[in-house]
């Protein structure tokens, strides 16, 4: 039964919504250059989506005012474990600066590609150079890629591909897999970790966010920092008593990179499916909210075509009593609850109002194909058993 609920979803027409492959960035319409089937171009990504979420320091304060005017925010002067940044403290009674090492050459060529008009399909590679690359020359270049790249790469050409997998066993595409999805367990004896690792890639809306989530560097933190024991604390809970359906875990030693999974409530377009998510938590954290993004695509009226989360206690009402697990549990009830008044997806939220059954058969296709990856296999993996 299993396999023939696989088979049917390799063959399925997702849908005309936001299709799997953007003709377009979904922002400047490929006006900045091409997107390469993600929802957003290079350029655009690198200007609104920024690497580092500690860069906006100056609004990093709470606005929740009581009816005496008080934000609550303030802690009892002398207090030692108020957590303050590195740079604040580097900066003594500056003004509050993010203080960094710019990166002179790839701002000026972001700058340069937002000044003039790029064709969507240039491509300035001459006729025939692929194919006349010594074989030696690529093997060189292929062991300084990273694991997107090198799936990338192995999709240029067949002569690529049977070069890169002479040279990639499955042992490191189940290596690499461990690293980009630490909480992936599938329930079937994989016979093709590259295969599992290709369906895991092209679930995710956005590579270049799922790339920048191995690579961004972590600040100094201090040990008896406020941020530390709560953060600290947080995960102690996530794992001895976890919510129903959701894991979490940090991906570095000072807790600043996260990734969490979902599973889709019982009874709702999302069930059986296993959601990716990415938590990027700032500096200044918990006075100010975390970055929260879907690693897998879902059709959602309130989940944007790159991953973006349109929930309010995160970005708008976020409080000092919310924890990283009451936020996946939001996130978790949104999934039954969708609020299409205001939304990321205007035109799935008015699928949703006006054909409910049409909005929960695509939903549904989306979390077979996307969400199923530990439980539905992708081809040449066979089933323990079967």
């Not at 171009?41 to 200007?47: A, D, E, K, L, P």
């Not at 919510?243 to 979490?248: H, Y």
């Not at 949104?334 to 909005?359: F, H, I, Q, W």
Request: overall charge negative; glycine content about 4%; aromatic content about 12%.
């Amino acid at each position: 039964q299993i396999s023939k609920m696989a088979t049917s979803v390799n063959k399925v027409d997702v849908s005309d919504f936001l299709l799997e492959e953007y003709k377009a960035c979904m922002l400047c319409n490929a006006f900045y250059g091409p997107n390469f089937g993600q929802p957003v171009c290079s350029s655009c990504h690198y200007f609104i989506y920024p690497e580092d979420v500690n860069i906006p320091e100056d609004n990093c304060f709470l606005m929740q005012k009581t009816d005496s005017g008080d934000s609550g925010n303030e802690e009892p002067k002398g207090e030692e474990d108020f957590y303050e940044s590195e740079e604040k403290r580097n900066l003594g009674s500056q003004p509050s600066h993010y203080a960094s090492s710019p990166k002179t050459d790839k701002l000026v060529d972001r700058i340069k590609s937002l000044t003039v008009y790029q064709e969507q399909n240039k491509c300035n590679v001459p006729d025939g150079l692929v194919d006349s690359i010594p074989p030696e020359v690529l093997l060189s270049v292929f062991k300084y890629l990273d694991d997107i790249s090198l799936w990338t790469a192995g999709n240029v050409c067949s002569r690529w591909r049977q070069l890169l997998s002479g040279e990639t066993t499955d042992e490191k595409w189940q290596h690499f897999i461990s690293l980009r999805w630490p909480l992936f367990r599938p329930f079937y004896k994989v016979t093709s970790w590259k295969s599992v690792y290709t369906k895991l890639l092209e679930s995710a809306p956005c590579r270049h966010c799922l790339e920048s989530m191995m690579l961004q560097s972590t600040p100094p933190i201090e040990e008896n920092s406020w941020r530390h024991r709560r953060l600290r604390s947080e995960l102690k809970t996530l794992k001895t008593d976890p919510p129903e359906g959701i894991q979490a875990t940090p991906l570095d030693r000072h807790c600043c990179h996260w990734q969490a999974s979902i599973t889709g409530p019982e009874g709702s377009a999302y069930q059986g499916g296993l959601f990716y998510l990415y938590l990027q938590i700032p500096h200044s954290y918990p006075m100010r909210p975390p970055v929260v993004r879907f690693l897998t695509k879902i059709f959602h009226p309130n989940v944007s075509r790159h991953g973006d989360i349109g929930l309010d206690s995160i970005y708008h009402n976020w409080s000092l009593a919310l924890t990283i697990s009451k936020v996946l549990i939001s996130v978790q009830s949104l999934l039954t609850d969708p609020y299409c008044n205001v939304c990321m997806e205007s035109s799935v939220a008015r699928l949703y109002k006006e054909d409910y059954k049409e909005y929960s058969r695509i939903a549904r296709l989306w979390t077979w194909k996307y969400a199923m990856h530990d439980f539905i296999r992708p081809h040449h993996v066979t089933l323990t058993g079967s």
